[in-house]
């Protein structure tokens, strides 16, 4: 199973972003049960892009991040190619959708 890139601050995440072509950032919090019962799902699907680069962000700690990705709710998941946001994702992720739509951006991207 593929690890995530812990950001511990808003300055790592905009460089995370800015240094991938094809990052994905989740969006938890320390006492969020969905959350963490959601994060080794994703993790599973991500196997299958390996391309992808793979962010994780603590709200509870980057407090900021809510302000600049218009964050309400977690878990949030967001796909950014070429630094722009492609897909978003909140609180109750159905993953066979969510893989879709994500394979969808993978293999027009990588071709």
Do not use: W
Request: aromatic letters at 12%.
């Amino acid at each position: 199973m593929r690890d995530f890139e812990e950001l511990t601050s808003l300055d790592a995440v905009k460089a995370f972003i800015e240094q991938h072509s094809l990052s994905f950032i989740y969006i938890s919090r320390t006492n969020c049960s969905v959350c963490h019962a959601l994060l080794p799902q994703v993790k599973e699907v991500m196997i299958d892009f390996p391309e992808i680069q793979l962010g994780f962000v603590n709200a509870d700690d980057v407090e900021e991040i809510a302000g600049y990705l218009s964050i309400f709710t977690v878990p949030v998941l967001i796909l950014f190619v070429e630094g722009k946001e492609y897909v978003r994702d909140a609180r109750f992720v159905p993953m066979e959708s969510f893989k879709e739509k994500i394979e969808k951006i993978y293999q027009n991207y990588i071709g």
